[in-house]
Structures are given as C-alpha cells and as structure tokens.
C-alpha cells in the first residue's frame, strides 16, 4: 500500500505542538536537550502499549493509571535517567512531573502521560526537571516534531522519525511518529519509547484495537530477547482535526488505519534494529512451515537470540549448523529431517542436511549488510517474522561498563 | 565431605584401560589425537543422560538406543566432528565406529558407546576413523586416562579430569572422570562430554538415580542459555572391581556414591565454565528466598542468560540494575519492593533499592576474577545456584567465524 511520506514528524497531524529543552539530565553542562514535551490543542483519544518487565519504572506505573483514568492530552519525556528502581520517591517524581505539566498547560494531571528513558537505580534530578516545564512549554510549536525525535534519544546514533498522509474512506488524515532506543536487546540504557500523533477521527475502540495488533506485528517483533525493559512505552494521541465522521472499529476507514499505522511502527522498529548498538547486519528472519504460530515464533526468537547465531552474522558466515541447533533447542515440535534453511532464497541446509549451493555464494549474502534466512519446518502452514541483527565485539565493549556514569552521577 | 583425590583420571578405578590416538580429523597431518577409547575389563552396569536439543547427532541416537537395549563396556569418541545433521549416512557412521570397536574388543556392538563433538553438518571421516580403531584398541592401557581427557578436547584449553577415592559405608571404591567443553553456552564446536568409571558395585537403579539426580545438580547449572549442544551427553560405566556386596538403592551407601558423584560432576563443571570461551569471570548466581524452586530457576537462568549482564561482569561492573531488570523479566513471581541484591554480601540494592554500600567496596568485587552474586526475593524458601561466566569482546571475535574450516573441509 502506498503511503505518501511527509515532514514534520510529530507534529506533521493537525493541532500538535511540541518543544525540547536541557535540564542538565545528560549532562550539566545542558548541551543536550532531555526534557521534551507534545500535546494536542484540542482534547484527544489515547491508548498504549507498555513493557511487561515485572519491574516497572515510575512513569510507566503512573501512565498506565493516567490512561485507565482519562484520555491522554499531552506527553512528557525526559532521557538521560529512566526513574527506574527508585520507590516512593520516583512515584512522587512522574507525578510531579505531570502536575507541573498539567499546570502550565491548563490540564488535569491525568491527561498527561509521563515518559522516562536512562540508567536504572538513580533518583530524578526532579527539581531541575520540574523548573524547566513551564519555560519549556511556552516553546510549544508545530514546528518542533523532530526537537522531540533528538531529545528523546540516548545511545541511538539516528534520530527516528516517520509522518504519512493516508486516505481513509475518502478523508486525507496524518500519521506521525517518533521513536528511540538502540534496538536488539532492548539494553537498560536504551529503553524503547514511541510516540504516535494522528489528527485521524477514530473512535476509542478502533485506537485501541489497532495499537495492540500494530504494536504486536512491529515492536514485539524485534525485542528479541524477551529482554523488555523497565521503561518500553508507546503512547498514540488521536485528536480528530481532521475531521470527518467518526471512525467506528471494523469499519473499512478502521481496517485502512490499522495499515497506516503498522507501516508507521514498522517502519520505526526497523530502524532501531538498524541503528542497534554497534551493530553491522539487519537479517530478516522468516519461519515458515510451522504447525503453530506458536511454533514458528519459538523458532524464531530462539535463533534470534542465539550469541553463538549473532557472531556468525557478525562475521559474515553462512553458519546454517548454528541456526539448526537454535533451532532444535527452541522446543518448537520440529522434525530435523524435513528442516530447509536457506539464505536470501540460496539453500544452505536441505531436509536436515548440508545443501549442495556452493559455499562462496552463501558467503557472499552472508557478507552482505542486509540479508534473508528462511527456516522451513515443512510441518504446517504457520509463520513468524523477526527483524534481528548481529553482535560485535563492540557492542560487549559499549555495555562493558556504566561505572563511570554512576559514580559522577553519585559524587 | 572430604574426598581424597587420587591420580590416573578415568583410569584411577579398578579395571578401566583407555587409549587415543590421531585419526586426522582435526588435522589432516595427525598432530593431535582425535580418536580415544575408553573400556573396562569385566562386564560394567552403566546410566547416561543426553541432550534435550530436538536435534541429536547420530552417535547420540545410537548411544541412547545401545543403552536401552544392553549395559555399556566401553565407549569410543572422537572430536573434530560432532556427526551431527548428517542424516542416515551419521547413523550409518556411527554404528560403524561401534561395530569397530566391538569386533576389536570381542563386544557386542551394544555394549559400545559413541561420542562426537565438533563442527555440525559434515560428514564423518568414517574409513580414516574404522582404520584406526583396531590399532587404537592393541594402546588400551591403565596409564592413559589422561590421554582421553586430552584426545576429547576442542576448543578447550585445559584438560578437565578428576579422581577420588571414597568410603562407601566400610568400602573403598574409586571413581575416575573426564569432561570437554567450553562452556559458557554450550557452543555447537564445544559440546559437553562428560565420562565417569567406577569399580563401586552399584546396583542399576542405585546408579541411574544417582546420575539423573547430580547432572541435574552439576552439568544443568552451567548450561545456562538452555543452548544444549546436539551431542551433549554424560555416560558413567560402574564395573563393580572394588568388590563388597552390591550396593541398592535407598541404602547408606547409595547415598554416599551419590555425594561423591555429585562432588566429581560438580567440579568438572565448575572447570568448564573456567575454560569457557575467552572468559575472564567465574560468577556463583544464587537465587534465595523465591516462592517455589521453579521461580528461583527462573530468576537464576534469566540473569545468567542475559547479555547486558554478562557484559557487565566483564568490565567489572557491580551493575545491579541490570540484574534486577533481567530479574523483572524471568517470568518468576516477585515483587521488586522486596529485592535484595548482594555482591560477596555487601548489599548493592535493598528493598528495590540502590543500597548505601560504597560503590568502590562494591567495584572492588565485581573487579575480582570470582565473586558471588545472591538476590533475594523475600517471598519463600526455594533457593537455585547457577555457576556462571562473563561475556568478552574476544568471545564474539572467537565465535564469528568457521567459515575457513568449512572450505578446508569441503575443498
């Protein structure tokens, strides 16, 4: 389906506004923006999606009560500091930041979400935060969608930001959206935060619907370690200035969202794999053939996240043995004798055995920066895909150590 | 318990002989043995536990079948190649190193097992391997029990063996051990092999309980990605040599072996995961305080498993954040109110919280090369311990490639 791409990120739908600013999070010196802010001028429909870590940051705790409550009018997110581990008094620091959000908006706490992405343990510099909040929201603006993009990142290297215009049933509506975190194994330093902005006229139900499956179908598919983390939120406004009727749950405007919506999220998840930590491949796994979808997941979240299947693609090698011992760990009902493996369509592995493709040719796609691996299970119609990358030594040597950050953190 | 330990590795116990020898396959020129034997002179009882991975490498198959038909007398391995998906020219293999065996030591081919480890998806050698058997048989002598903890080796770089004496209930009996891999997960050119010999007279049931109950105990804390090889497998051969009544199961003595079994396993597993690949940290994970002994197996698997943490224990990093954020991610019950995490006892986080032990006490732990981790999830009395390793930069240097093997065995 063809999706005509826009600018303006966030705030490319209509009645969006948002700023970014310092509040010396990151660093003290306030070089960097980490305190960034987007609401809607008229009153929205909201709905999210959160980690299922059983550790739950402050803001998440809070924002999922603000949800259930109300309908969200405005986000607030900081980095630098993920307000993760840190009791009653990080409670008392998300609802701070509300309240000072709700304040200087002219809102009821509840319609503020709060976000929070950084090193778990550390309380909130709260007062620098809650001092910036009404400066930073005299800067509102619709020019600021990518402000929020950058101030929300920590070790991303990209900014990640995506807005389409979509036709649903003849009225013309604006997706935008936003997105950190350094992908593959959801690292503690590099929570997953999305943030969605439409000025589509949905109605409750169909939102919610639809962000559940999206959500489903891109972001759980590539947080491959199971590996969630404290903070992963995603939040999606909905404000209906575009117009139009509003948009009933399993209508055809409904259906043509859900698509809108799952190329806006796809698009995102894919380039956090990309600019995964220190990461040199993105490799497109397909299971097919499984008996279940189950089946075919297990599959492929066990290759995924195999160290042993990482470095092979880190070093461009065509290791199909690797991949059929994942595989036969995974407790999916397999039968190695039927298991087909191949590489970008070249099979490497053919019912359980060493195919007969000549070797520099799987080395070649193997060398690639992009590539396919497709196990066929050959048991039943059933398949999952997972978009996953390689390891490097790098990416150890990165998340060797936070030491330093602590103990400047702390001193 | 103190157990005296003795000289002469799998040949300590009365009656075992073992030999080895190069067949060329880990080299063509024959400059490391690869081929080893290991057979006792009376007639053995004998139990064995083998991989869960769905895919099993032929000498597993036929292994497993020898056992369930016959008691085993002796066992030939080789490394190099792990015959595994390798179809039914791997089983015919296998059972050809088997009859091999047997016509030269006037057996049955049942009462032999087999081992490979090595790469996956190649063919064995198996003329070079069967040539070499008769002369491999005429060197079976008392003195090489090293020679097999040697010629079992792959990426090993020591060699892992062990040998007792102990008292069971007035009898002296010696057990005699040998273990390859390089730990850490169990990587597919590092299956763990384990052989044990006894001259205890056990009964059937007295060993194979015993067995089942320390693998479980020893080598199943180690594994700790769930990433068992194809060709994982442990095999105990009890030739009853030291005399005394037979000794049942549920008796004194019984009781006894097993403390002693369970000393031996554990020590060969603690060795492999010294050796794992480019470790430099040995780390004893223990669970307390979990509702049930599933929900601290749970906590321990996630927390050992996770990449993050690993490289973290790397750099000598005393990051509990990471720890508890894998901990909310087990799946296990907790309540993240009621962690404690502890580094050689000195409380990193208590209650959830970061604790007010100075982070240079805490630095100076996780910078030893052996430190202990306990978390406490205050919510019973299940406790499990995993011994376990960091993850290093060289390891995914190690692991990036066997692509110049592949060739050279193709070419």
């Keep these: 389906m063809p999706f005509k791409q826009i600018k303006g990120g966030l705030c490319a739908p209509k009645g969006f506004r948002a700023a970014a600013i310092s509040a010396g999070i990151k660093d003290a010196k306030g070089t960097r923006d980490d305190l960034t802010i987007i609401a809607s001028d008229l009153p929205c429909i909201s709905a999210g999606t959160f980690t299922t870590n059983k550790v739950k940051a402050a803001p998440v705790r809070i924002t999922q009560a603000h949800l259930r409550a109300k309908d969200l009018r405005a986000i607030i997110a900081n980095s630098g500091n993920a307000n993760a581990c840190t009791g009653v008094r990080g409670i008392n620091d998300a609802r701070a930041m509300a309240d000072a959000t709700a304040k200087a908006l002219g809102l009821t706490r509840r319609e503020v979400g709060v976000c929070s992405t950084g090193v778990i343990g550390l309380p909130l510099p709260i007062d620098r935060i809650t001092d910036k909040i009404a400066p930073l929201c005299e800067t509102l603006s619709a020019k600021n969608g990518e402000a929020v993009a950058k101030a929300i990142m920590t070790s991303d290297t990209t900014k990640k930001e995506i807005a389409i215009t979509v036709d649903l049933d003849g009225q013309k509506v604006r997706i935008g959206a936003c997105a950190k975190g350094a992908g593959m194994i959801c690292p503690s330093m590099a929570t997953m935060l999305c943030f969605v902005t439409t000025d589509a006229n949905l109605s409750k139900t169909c939102l919610q619907k639809n962000v559940l499956d999206t959500v489903e179908d891109s ?51 894919k380039a956090i ?58 407790r999916a009902r397999i039968r190695e004798e039927l298991i087909d493996i191949s590489y970008n369509g070249k099979p490497a592995c053919e019912g359980g055995l060493v195919a007969k493709t000549d070797l520099h040719e799987l080395r ?10 497709t196990i066929d299970l050959h048991l039943g119609r059933a398949d999952y895909t997972i978009y996953t990358s390689d390891i490097s030594p790098e990416y150890i040597d990165f998340n060797r150590s936070e030491y330093a950050y602590w103990k400047n953190a702390r001193s």
Tied chains: 1, 2.
Excluded at 231 to 237: A, S
Excluded at 238 to 245: D, I, T, W
Excluded at 282 to 306: H, I, Q, R
Excluded at 364 to 373: L, P, S, V
């Design 364 to 373: 070649a796609i193997a060398d690639e920066k992009e590539f396919t691996i």
């Design 219 to 269: 972001f759980n598919r590539i947080c491959i370690d199971g590996d969630m983390s404290t903070n992963d939120t995603v939040l999606v406004l909905s404000n209906g200035a575009a117009g139009g009727p509003r948009i009933a749950r399993g209508s055809k405007a409904c259906r043509q969202f859900r698509d809108a919506l799952q190329h806006v999220l796809l698009e995102l998840a």
């Design 273 to 330: 794999v990309r600019d995964g930590e220190r990461v040199t491949k993105f490799v497109t796994l397909e299971v097919k053939g499984a008996p279940t979808y189950l089946d075919a997941k297990k599959v492929a979240e066990a290759v995924s996240k195999s160290a042993l299947v990482k470095a092979s693609w880190n070093g461009g090698d065509p290791n199909w043995g690797r991949v059929i011992h994942a595989v036969g760990y995974s």
